[in-house]
């Protein structure tokens, strides 16, 4: 007999807790209960979702009781902590953190990639890809259809909100810090100007960083490597070369990545822009002579992923380059953690 699900979101007050919120407003209703859970210091706090003023209770092993879905937006420790949890509760967890994303027994999942392994659950948990990968994944995915995918080279200029809510205020004090001085007409007088460089290892405004992540081994970044792994788990291509190096760059929202994609077939720059706009879940903006691409001030606050300057390599038949941006607090988080929560409603469809 179908019903609709009871649907958690722990973590509902944070930033892409708040943006699940609204995305659950104005996506179609298939839940029925909605239940926001988050931690002792933020119970009681009253936050409104699908028109109604819920009320945020205490992150407890009860909270989960009778849920059949749980949407967790906190950091790693906590879902590595509290997933399980729910999961034996009776939940479904959809992790949007980094605790479970290679867990061979947690499926990585993009709804308009690879929809199917949201089934392939065995410990009751679905990961949520990191929002850099998901800001370009899509597009991807829907080459690798066509084309049969077999390298990237990619850059990311990653916004500050990709640091959470301490970038997005650092960035601002840093940009009022410099506003209407001279900085940048000497070198390392940015660095006097700004006052703290937040959670960035340089001043970010004025700036690029090409450092985004915690240091791995061979001086690639976290950040780097979740790109190299994850897109080989989504794509299921284990041998896919992948080189990534991240950039953090003043923008608040909306990340963007240059990609150098190379195919197993030979690509048509006309036939690729034809697979781009016809895909799911991508907007393809790509008129070069108007001067018609993706920024991320067009960007950002939408759900698809913008993609534009689609050209073949002038010096590889076989390989594409395009420019890709993706709001990172909504596909890079919020929305596709609840596209994947629904597909897991569905199954309650009957």
Not at 51 to 71: H, N, R, S, Y
Request: aromatic share 4%; with cysteine.
């Amino acid at each position: 007999m179908s019903r609709k699900p009871t649907l958690a979101i722990v973590g509902a007050t944070g930033a892409v807790g708040t943006v699940m919120l609204d995305i659950l407003s104005n996506r179609p209703d298939v839940w029925g209960e909605i239940r926001l859970i988050a931690s002792a210091r933020s119970a009681g706090k009253k936050l409104v979702c699908r028109g109604e003023e819920l009320t945020v209770i205490a992150l407890t092993p009860e909270a989960f009781d009778g849920v059949d879905v749980a949407m967790f937006d906190v950091p790693d420790e906590v879902s590595a902590e509290w997933a399980p949890i729910a999961a034996a509760r009776g939940a479904v967890a959809v992790d949007n953190s980094g605790a479970f994303r290679m867990d061979k027994d947690v499926p990585l999942v993009v709804p308009e990639v690879n929809p199917l392994e949201a089934k392939n659950r065995p410990r009751g948990i679905i990961s949520n890809p990191n929002c850099t990968t998901l800001s370009m994944i899509v597009a991807m995915g829907a080459l690798h259809e066509e084309y049969v995918l077999e390298e990237l080279v990619v850059a990311s200029y990653q916004a500050a909100s990709g640091a959470g809510q301490a970038g997005i205020d650092a960035l601002r004090k840093q940009l009022i810090e410099v506003a209407g001085t001279d900085v940048g007409d000497e070198a390392g007088d940015l660095r006097k100007v700004v006052s703290d460089n937040g959670p960035f290892p340089a001043p970010l405004a004025m700036n690029v960083i090409p450092w985004a992540g915690s240091l791995k081994e061979g001086g690639y970044s976290s950040e780097e490597l979740k790109v190299r792994n994850e897109s080989r788990k989504i794509l299921g291509l284990a041998d896919l070369k992948v080189s990534a190096t991240c950039v953090r760059v003043p923008v608040v929202t909306t990340h963007s990545l240059v990609v150098h994609a190379r195919f197993a077939k030979p690509v048509n720059r006309e036939a690729a822009q034809a697979v781009l706009r016809d895909a799911a879940g991508v907007k393809l903006v790509d008129d070069p002579e108007n001067h018609l691409f993706p920024t991320p001030a067009d960007v950002v606050g939408t759900d698809p992923t913008w993609v534009g300057r689609v050209r073949v390599s002038l010096d590889d038949p076989y390989a594409l380059e395009l420019f890709v941006c993706g709001d990172n607090l909504r596909k890079g988080a919020a929305l596709n953690t609840a596209q994947i929560a629904e597909l897991v409603a569905a199954e309650f469809a009957g």
